[in-house]
């Protein structure tokens, strides 16, 4: 029974919310949630890798082989614990991970030029206004030159959500911050959250370039639509038109919260591409299954074609699935160099 209840945690979270993505029970009753979910979906992993050693056993030796039940329960306990372990690296505050990348043709000017990512912050009933003012905190501590959130910001309506994301309003950066979507802003209302994200001095980069200029190196950041717009009556993506009239040799940085049209940006010219929505594919090995939906960029640094392309594993995650295990969350410092020079 503890099982079947568990297993409908999906369902308990659309009659909690109107939305399976939005769960508005308090944050333990969430944890607990995701603790049984993770537990019994890892359990019935090891039993399926279990079941098929013993049938590959059976072929070898010609007859049925088995497992004693104690080795079956010792995976249940395993299973549970490394739940536990994987809510809690989901639900913490992100550690910083600091990366560098060379951009060709960077101007000198812009040489050590920090740019703080963050992405997926899904903040719901699981990261509410005391973990978001955590994650502001940390974040204006590293005194960087802009912040880049690269969308998901949220789970929930804006009515639910109005005191957790109240401490965005907080995060500062000498060249600002600045917002793109994700396509968790359409399913809750995509221009009501625009709207907010303004209001809290967010500025949206949808489907616009700026020029950061620095006694005369220019640097183009560009963002662009989630592809959730293409389905849901909202401006077509055309990164052509979103790069048109950027300053011709200035490099440019792409904030995308897909990975999955890299190689798109690549052509267009883009020397860095910053995305998310993947979460680091949440599980060693599991992370996988996450590569052919997102073109096989899932976590981490690619060359594709030229450009660089950063897939960041999330400052948080979807609440319906909060489990990581080997792919943990991050604060991303981003420090830019020029070419040759990494």
């Not at 990512?117 to 973990?131: K, M, N, V």
């Not at 052509?240 to 940085?253: S, T």
């Not at 690549?266 to 680091?280: C, P």
Request: no cysteine; aromatic share 8%.
């Amino acid at each position: 029974m503890l099982a079947l209840v568990a297993l409908q945690f999906h369902r308990w979270s659309k009659l909690s919310s109107g939305s399976e993505f939005a769960p508005e029970f308090p944050r333990p009753v969430v944890a607990l949630f995701n603790w049984a979910f993770g537990a019994i979906f890892l359990l019935a992993l090891m039993q399926l890798l279990l079941d098929a050693g013993l049938l590959f056993a059976a072929l070898i030796h010609g007859g049925m082989v088995g497992a004693p039940d104690g080795v079956r329960y010792g995976m249940a306990v395993l299973a549970a614990v490394a739940a536990a372990i994987g809510v809690q690296q989901a639900m913490r505050v992100p550690p910083l991970r600091d990366i560098e990348v060379g951009i060709p043709g960077l101007p000198r000017q812009f040489d050590g030029y920090t740019i703080l990512q963050l992405t997926d912050l899904h903040i719901s009933r699981l990261f509410p206004a005391s973990w978001a003012r955590a994650v502001v905190e940390r974040s204006n501590k590293l005194g960087v030159d802009l912040i880049a959130i690269t969308g998901d910001l949220i789970d929930g309506t804006l009515d639910a959500r109005r005191a957790d994301i109240e401490p965005l309003r907080d995060l500062r950066a000498i060249d600002g911050v600045h917002v793109i979507s994700g396509n968790h802003e359409y399913i809750f209302g995509y221009s009501t959250w625009m709207a907010h994200f303004a209001a809290l001095g967010l500025l949206s980069l949808e489907n616009r370039h700026l020029v950061l200029e620095r006694d005369g190196g220019q640097l183009v950041l560009a963002g662009i639509t989630d592809r959730a717009s293409r389905r849901r009556g909202h401006p077509v993506r055309d990164l052509a038109a979103v790069l048109e009239g950027a300053p011709a040799g200035a490099p440019v940085i792409l904030l995308d919260h897909q990975p999955s049209d890299a190689r798109h940006a690549a052509k267009s010219g883009v020397a860095l591409q910053l995305s998310g929505h993947t979460h680091g594919g949440l599980i060693v090995g599991i992370d996988r299954l996450a590569a052919p939906a997102n073109a096989g960029f899932v976590s981490g640094r690619y060359d594709v074609d030229g450009m660089t392309l950063y897939v960041n594993n999330g400052t948080a995650l979807w609440p319906g699935f909060a489990l990581r295990l080997g792919r943990p969350s991050e604060l991303t410092r981003i420090t830019l160099r020029r070419a040759g020079t990494v």
